[in-house]
């Protein structure tokens, strides 16, 4: 929140500045206590240059992180919503999964029968659509995003992989066609989602 607060100052005051003054010569004066620097043109626009570039690093990063935490019950949450009863799903995966480096980075199962299905979840943020290199290297099956590219969807088709691309509108809807694709179980979506979400949600993070 600070960084676009202070991003938009900056950039209305310049703006501001431009459309008054015909003839700008930008500046840019550095502070500490009694220690003042003044930086010229180039100087100025190196310092705002690598100021955009911490304040995407840091963005991603924040992303990245919550992200993390809000995988598992996020797809949990998807599952409950249609009704996938709990032995159609799992936060881990069975024993016959050899590849225990490749266990660590799944991030759930849909389960049908003996079939475990694997699920791919990343939430990167507005600006970072997500590349399905990732999940065809790791033989995922379901592959559920915030933001997917054209060429995502094309490479996740050509390779018989469901998706989910959670920003569009209603864009977890989809999740209802990817279960009837796997043949997973489950039940149509409520008329009342919003309350099943309410209750859903308080069991999911109790």
Same mark, same amino acid.
């Not at 469901?162 to 209603?170: D, G, P």
């Given at each position: 929140d600070a960084s676009n607060e202070h991003y938009d100052e900056l950039h209305d005051a310049? @703006?501001? /500045?431009?459309? $008054?003054e015909t003839d700008v010569e930008l500046s840019l004066t550095i502070k500490f206590k009694e220690v003042s620097v003044d930086l010229n043109l180039s100087e100025s626009l190196i310092v705002i240059n690598a100021l955009a570039v911490k304040r995407a690093a840091l963005r991603g990063g924040l992303w990245s992180t919550a992200g993390k935490r809000v995988e @598992?019950? /996020?797809?949990? $949450?998807?599952c409950m919503l249609y009704g996938v009863a709990d032995a159609n799903y799992s936060m881990v995966g069975g024993n016959k999964d050899s590849d225990d480096s490749f266990k660590r980075e799944v991030d759930f199962y849909l389960v049908d029968g003996s079939v475990e299905h694997k699920c791919e979840v990343k939430l990167m943020g507005k600006g970072n659509p997500e590349s399905a290199d990732a999940v065809i290297a790791r033989a995922s099956k379901v592959f559920v995003a915030d933001k997917l590219s054209k060429t995502n969807k094309s490479q996740l088709d050509s390779r018989g992989v469901e998706w989910v691309e959670?920003?569009?509108?209603?864009?977890?809807?989809r999740f209802g066609v990817v279960l009837n694709n796997l043949g997973i179980p489950h039940s149509e979506l409520s008329e009342n989602i919003d309350d099943d979400l309410n209750s859903i949600l308080e069991s999911v993070l109790s």
């Amino acid at each position: 929140d600070a960084s676009n607060e202070h991003y938009d100052e900056l950039h209305d005051a310049i @703006k501001n /500045l431009v459309d $008054t003054e015909t003839d700008v010569e930008l500046s840019l004066t550095i502070k500490f206590k009694e220690v003042s620097v003044d930086l010229n043109l180039s100087e100025s626009l190196i310092v705002i240059n690598a100021l955009a570039v911490k304040r995407a690093a840091l963005r991603g990063g924040l992303w990245s992180t919550a992200g993390k935490r809000v995988e @598992k019950p /996020l797809m949990q $949450t998807l599952c409950m919503l249609y009704g996938v009863a709990d032995a159609n799903y799992s936060m881990v995966g069975g024993n016959k999964d050899s590849d225990d480096s490749f266990k660590r980075e799944v991030d759930f199962y849909l389960v049908d029968g003996s079939v475990e299905h694997k699920c791919e979840v990343k939430l990167m943020g507005k600006g970072n659509p997500e590349s399905a290199d990732a999940v065809i290297a790791r033989a995922s099956k379901v592959f559920v995003a915030d933001k997917l590219s054209k060429t995502n969807k094309s490479q996740l088709d050509s390779r018989g992989v469901e998706w989910v691309e959670l920003r569009n509108e209603n864009g977890y809807q989809r999740f209802g066609v990817v279960l009837n694709n796997l043949g997973i179980p489950h039940s149509e979506l409520s008329e009342n989602i919003d309350d099943d979400l309410n209750s859903i949600l308080e069991s999911v993070l109790s």
